[in-house]
């Protein structure tokens, strides 16, 4: 496969990235998946101008090509189409309307006058990192001995995505007992690039659903998925569920992720996972959670010893490592102390391969330093956002807040981190 790097400073900043992939699709180019969208401050000199230093939507995009279309045939097509959509670029750091770059190309080493590959400014952008890491986490670039995933977590500037959770069940930590179309909405054209959408709350305090309970309660979610309009880079729906009947309605439904706090522990979902864009799977002792159940001993070992146990039978029932998710269950199955000894050692599991996902938002061991109720944890919660190592996603329950913060850290980052 063929990788590129996108990104938009300028204008209609999402426009311009659906625009260029639309423009890559007509010329030719097959775009097989596309990365969620980072923003993230511009990379500049520090004597740019005040008005260069303006945010950027970055993604990556998965293509191919025909036969006989050589990497230079690709840098053709790309620059031309950077100079349809806009001016050519006169100054290097100045704001861009869209900026496209061969990252790799099927793993091989070009190196001519106009074009290397692998980009030689790669490995020290988190902006190409980070999205590419939603593609090919394990790969790894020519001439390297690292992945993709370990250069984005080694880069200084890594930045988790958010995912927003929407939950339609009354005894959740965010209190909604239905579908809150204008929440979906603003989270959708504000840039939540993950939505995760459940219909059971597996909290201790937390009733267990039956299947058709649960579909009864997602019936809405599902018809608005299923006729969403199609485009590059929209957002990515996940269905929270441990049910193979709703995981297989889901699907059917075109949500991309399955998000299965069980862990893939039924086999039934072991068949229906492989035809998921991505999985993430959790480490659980019971669902719901029981604070009378937890690990005995270091829960980092528990949690190792657990994820050599079930790569196996994951890889075995046809499911790339590429797609999975290692969600470590903070407060399942795990004491207050426990769980913050997790959040503060994720990078310990990077060597497993597979993205993180910390779902840490308002759970109850934040009890150890904070007395607030569990609904109002929101600010606890984007403390250990901007602070936690090792994170690929945040699942939060206030994700447009939490996307403002990345931002502003970003910048803060940047001002001293300049080219």
């Known amino acids: 496969m063929i990788y590129l790097s996108i990104g938009s400073n300028s204008g209609a900043r999402l426009h311009n990235l659906r625009e260029a992939a639309k423009r890559l699709v007509e010329n030719g180019v097959a775009v097989h998946r596309t990365s969620p969208i980072y923003e993230t401050a511009a990379f500049l000199p520090s004597e740019a101008p005040d008005d260069w230093n ?10 191919s090509v025909g036969d006989n279309v050589s990497p230079a045939d690709l840098l053709r097509l790309v620059k031309n189409i950077e100079r349809e959509m806009g001016a050519p670029h006169t100054e290097r750091w100045a704001p861009r309307i869209i900026d ?35 593609l090919c986490p394990r790969f790894t ?21 958010v995912m927003g959770i929407l939950n339609l069940s009354p005894d959740s930590f965010s209190g909604w007992s239905g579908l809150d179309h204008d929440m979906l909405d603003k989270w959708m054209n504000d840039g939540i690039q993950i939505i995760d959408i459940g219909a ?23 018809d608005i998925v299923k006729n969403k309009k199609q485009e590059f880079f929209s957002p990515i729906f996940s269905i929270d569920t441990y049910h193979q009947e709703t995981a297989a309605a889901a699907l059917d439904c075109g949500f991309n992720i399955l998000n299965d706090v069980g862990g893939l522990s039924n ?27 937890v690990i005995n001993g270091d829960a980092i070992e528990e949690l190792e010893k657990w994820l050599e146990q079930r790569t196996h039978s994951w890889e075995s029932a046809g499911i790339p490592l590429d797609k999975l998710i290692f969600d470590p269950g903070i407060g399942f199955g795990k004491t207050a102390n426990q769980s913050l000894k997790i959040v503060q050692n994720l990078r310990v599991f990077e060597k497993y391969g597979l993205r993180t996902l910390l779902g840490h938002s308002r759970k109850s061991f934040m009890k150890i330093f904070s007395h607030a109720d569990a609904a109002y944890r929101d600010a606890e919660t984007l403390g250990l956002s901007l602070s936690v190592a090792g994170a690929d996603i945040l699942r939060v329950h206030e994700p447009l807040l939490h996307k403002r913060s990345m931002l502003a850290k970003a910048h803060a980052f940047n001002q001293f981190y300049r080219a």
Request: charged share 20%.
């Open 267 to 293: 086999p039934g979902m072991l068949s229906i996972a492989s035809s998921f864009d991505q999985v993430i799977v959790m480490h659980s002792l019971t669902i719901p959670a029981n604070p009378a159940v």
């Open 54 to 63: 303006k945010p950027y939507l970055n993604a990556a995009i998965e293509v």
């Open 100 to 134: 496209i770059d061969i990252v790799f190309w099927n793993g091989e080493t070009v190196s001519t006058k106009d074009l290397k590959i692998p980009h030689p400014e790669f490995a020290r952008r988190a902006f190409v990192l980070d999205p590419m890491s939603h």
């Open 200 to 222: 059971e709350s597996t909290n201790p305090k937390s009733t267990p659903l039956n299947p058709k309970t649960e579909m009864n309660r997602l019936e809405s979610v599902f």
């Open 141 to 161: 670039p020519p001439g390297g001995t690292k992945t993709i995933l370990e250069m984005a977590h080694e880069n200084p500037q890594h930045q988790p995505v």
